[in-house]
């Protein structure tokens, strides 16, 4: 068991990262002896910017990095690898409580100026204990234009054992000046027998479900293993795949739309209770407002901003689970591309086969890349945050 471990098929990522985290050891070693190294030339960096499709597992390889470049094993005077995933510098990077790791992940539509300022100020402090000052950036996509350039001269002038990483979709997802002074580290989606394959092994999976599970997601595995283990998942995956054929006339169309952005408000609402209950908890009891004690004089306010957040958070949530939904749809519809093409390769899923058939027949290749063409419409407009039902019924009416 190593850091690496959760990086399902992504050998070549693996293997630069464990060469920089070993140049990394090197420098810290040598910087303890009184030395001057250099990291020029070297496979390490002080900043790196991580890529990949949803499901590629870009934040899972941010944070197995820190944890390699926070090792403290005594292998790695050995000529071990640094990466143990036993040792203290490894196992409180990796669960969260390092305290020269900082991971900064958002639910919000953006991440602003202030945040990034509070980032930044934190970035020029020295290791407090570790042999990095790490700081993860999940979403380094939703940096406002301001926040971009806030980060920038962090990036371009990092204090000497800082590392940030950020990661993104795509590099075009992070503003030019900043990608241009990262390292990038492309990681391509993961092959659907090695997520089945990981879904057998360390979740216990049926081999049948997690196959199934695997080809539905298309290698994506934090949604392969919550499909393979939630039956309500499952459910409404089964109910975004029989929509099509409900659409037969406009009063269908809109009772579909209304149930889709229905169903991912309830899935929005399920994953984001145990949440906010956890965060109200934990911030009463910091203000000593447990046991059904009333809120301290002048605390109110605090309460109230960390409901707003929970409310940004859920409409995050909300557009999140539709977007999966129309992901869905479009696997269905590629199918019926696929179909009438020939083929009889499925990306939906066996239990949407029949529909696929009949769907394939009734119509042209033609018409189905219009209807594809609908739902990328679709998502467009909720990343433009035009209202979820208006956007939806319009898709609806164009699937018809």
Same mark, same amino acid.
């Given at each position: 068991m190593?850091?690496?471990?959760?990086?399902?098929?992504?050998?070549?990522a693996?293997?630069?990262?464990?060469?920089?985290?070993?140049?990394? !050891?090197a420098y810290v070693t040598?910087a303890?002896?009184?030395?001057q190294?250099?990291l020029?030339?070297?496979?390490?960096?002080h900043?790196?910017?991580?890529?990949?499709?949803?499901?590629?597992g870009?934040? &899972?390889?941010a944070?197995?990095?820190?944890?390699a470049?926070?090792c403290?094993?005594?292998d790695?005077?050995l000529g071990?690898?640094?990466?143990?995933?036993f040792?203290?510098g490894?196992?409180t990077a990796?669960?969260?409580?390092?305290? !020269?790791?900082?991971?900064?992940?958002?639910?919000l539509?953006? #991440?602003?100026?202030? &945040?990034?300022r509070?980032?930044?100020?934190?970035a020029?402090?020295?290791?407090a204990?570790?042999?990095?000052q790490?700081?993860?950036l999940?979403?380094?996509?939703r940096?406002?234009?301001?926040?971009?350039?806030?980060?920038?001269k962090?990036v371009e002038?990092?204090a000497?054992r800082?590392?940030?990483?950020?990661?993104?979709?795509?590099?075009?997802?992070?503003l030019?000046? #900043?990608?241009?002074?990262?390292?990038?580290?492309s990681?391509r989606?993961?092959?659907i027998?090695?997520?089945a394959?990981?879904?057998?092994r360390?979740?216990? #999976?049926e081999?049948?479900?997690?196959?199934?599970?695997a080809?539905?997601t298309?290698? *994506?595995l934090?949604?392969a293993?919550?499909?393979a283990?939630?039956?309500?998942?499952?459910d409404r995956?089964?109910?975004?795949?029989r929509l099509?054929?409900?659409?037969?006339?406009?009063g269908?169309?809109?009772?579909a739309?209304?149930?889709?952005?229905?169903?991912?408000?309830? !899935?929005?609402?399920?994953?984001?209770? &145990?949440l906010?209950?956890?965060?109200?908890g934990?911030?009463?009891?910091a203000?000593?407002?447990?046991d059904?004690?009333?809120?301290p004089?002048?605390? =109110?306010?605090?309460?109230?901003?960390?409901?707003?957040?929970?409310?940004?958070?859920?409409t995050?949530?909300?557009?999140?689970?539709?977007?999966?939904?129309?992901?869905d749809?479009?696997?269905?519809?590629?199918?019926?591309?696929a179909?009438q093409?020939?083929s009889?390769?499925?990306?939906?899923?066996? &239990?949407?086969a029949?529909?696929?058939?009949r769907i394939?027949?009734?119509?042209?290749?033609? *018409?189905?890349?219009r209807?594809?063409?609908? #739902?990328?419409d679709c998502?467009?407009?909720?990343?433009r945050n035009v209202?979820p039902?208006l =956007?939806?019924?319009?898709?609806?009416m164009?699937l018809?």
């Open positions: 190593t850091v690496w471990d959760d990086l399902v098929g992504q050998d070549r693996t293997a630069q990262l464990g060469a920089a985290a070993r140049d990394a !050891d040598a303890e002896r009184g030395e190294p250099e020029s030339g070297s496979a390490m960096t900043a790196w910017l991580f890529t990949g499709p949803p499901g590629s870009r934040a &899972e390889a944070r197995a990095f820190a944890a470049l926070q403290v094993s005594p790695r005077a071990g690898q640094p990466g143990c995933g040792c203290d490894c196992h990796l669960i969260g409580t390092h305290a !020269d790791v900082e991971v900064i992940r958002t639910d539509l953006t #991440i602003g100026v202030k &945040e990034t509070d980032l930044v100020r934190r020029q402090l020295s290791p204990g570790g042999r990095w790490v700081i993860v999940e979403d380094a996509d940096l406002t234009e301001g926040a971009g350039n806030v980060l920038l962090a002038e990092p000497p800082t590392v940030w990483l950020l990661c993104a979709p795509s590099i075009e997802d992070v030019p000046t #900043i990608r241009s002074r990262c390292r990038q580290l990681l989606t993961p092959p027998a090695a997520v394959d990981a879904l057998i360390r979740d216990g #999976i081999p049948d479900v997690a196959r199934a599970a080809q539905a298309q290698g *994506h934090a949604r293993r919550r499909l283990t939630d039956q309500r998942a499952r995956r089964l109910a975004v795949l099509p054929e409900r659409l037969t006339d406009v269908g169309c809109l009772r739309a209304q149930e889709l952005v229905d169903a991912a408000s309830e !899935d929005a609402k399920q994953l984001a209770e &145990e906010d209950e956890k965060e109200t934990e911030l009463r009891a203000l000593g407002a447990t059904g004690k009333r809120l004089r002048g605390t =109110a306010g605090v309460m109230k901003d960390l409901e707003e957040r929970q409310k940004r958070r859920a995050r949530a909300q557009r999140d689970a539709l977007d999966l939904a129309l992901t749809l479009t696997a269905f519809y590629r199918d019926v591309l179909r093409f020939g009889a390769a499925g990306l939906a899923g066996g &239990e949407s029949a529909s696929v058939e394939a027949a009734a119509g042209s290749p033609e *018409h189905t890349l209807r594809m063409e609908a #739902i990328l998502r467009e407009a909720l990343d209202a039902l =956007a939806v019924e319009a898709m609806t164009a018809r």
